[in-house]
């Protein structure tokens, strides 16, 4: 099915029964065919936080936590987000023996869902810290050249020096759009890497130019890691994005060429 077969942009009734089939599985591969060659592209987590998790203990009395979902960029399909809060809010009248009975439910469905592996950790409902971004924020640069779509050829080495460098740089200004529903997306990028000096005004204009693209969150990181993996060759790198929430969710993509690299757990940003 096609993702415009989704419940995406379409009044929906929500559900009061446990449903797994409502989740909406979209293939990732047709948005790689630009990166075949890339294999690192594939690399990473994409977590989830699934703030409307409750449910029903044996004595029909509800619990509730938030979720912290992990599923495997090499997973053959991502979730559609909109059928994740639906799946999640069918689970809120289902009677669950323990945590344990309602972990290994939600893991098995979205596990089939997405083809891969997917855990599910459940975190205390007043657990999560906020934390503050690291690394160099781009959003004081001023841009020489941008651009209104996606263009790889704004990236550019800094012209002052030929040394190679290790640097976290990170922006406030990502923004694209649902490609179904159009609504805007925003989120924190994060981009660390390794190798010659990148021009910070040119990597912040190539950020700029995703504001009026149509792509899914896995998708807009993914094309990111690729595009300055290709144009600009470096040793490592690391695209996250941690994008602000919707619809009791928020989503955090991460893709790297390093497994070492990949953070052992999400940032939590103020905007989330």
Avoid at 117 to 138: F, R, T, W, Y
Avoid at 199 to 218: C, D, P, T, V, W
Avoid at 229 to 234: A, C, D, K
Avoid at 241 to 262: E, F, H, M, Q
């Amino acid at each position: 099915m096609s993702v415009e077969q989704s419940l995406l942009g379409k009044e929906t009734q929500y559900p009061t029964q446990y449903q797994p089939d409502i989740l909406f599985p979209i293939p990732r591969e047709p948005s790689r065919i630009a990166y075949a060659s890339i294999s690192d592209v594939a690399q990473g987590t994409d977590w989830w936080h699934v703030f409307e998790l409750s449910w029903l203990n044996t004595q029909h009395i509800p619990q509730v936590a938030i979720g912290r979902l992990s599923i495997p960029a090499n997973s053959k399909f991502l979730i559609e987000s909109k059928s994740l809060k639906l799946y999640f809010n069918s689970l809120n009248f289902t009677c669950f023996a323990d945590q344990k009975n309602l972990i290994d439910t939600v893991e098995t469905d979205l596990s089939h869902a997405a083809q891969a592996s997917v855990k599910l950790e459940l975190l205390d409902a007043n657990s999560l810290m906020v934390d503050q971004p690291q690394g160099i924020c781009l959003d004081q640069f001023s841009p020489n050249k941008m651009s209104s779509e996606p263009d790889a050829t704004l990236l550019e080495f800094d012209k002052e020096t030929e040394e190679e460098t290790e640097e976290l740089l990170y922006s406030n200004l990502l923004r694209s759009n649902c490609p179904v529903t159009g609504q805007p997306d925003w989120g924190t990028v994060f981009i660390r890497y390794e190798g010659k000096k990148i021009s910070k005004e040119s990597i912040l204009a190539y950020i700029i130019s995703f504001r009026q693209h149509n792509g899914f969150h896995e998708q807009c990181v993914e094309q990111i890691f690729a595009e300055i993996w290709q144009t600009l060759r470096p040793k490592k790198l690391m695209v996250y994005a941690a994008y602000t929430r919707r619809g009791g969710l928020d989503i955090n993509p991460c893709r790297v060429s390093d497994l070492s690299w990949k953070p052992e757990k999400p940032f939590r940003l103020s905007r989330q």
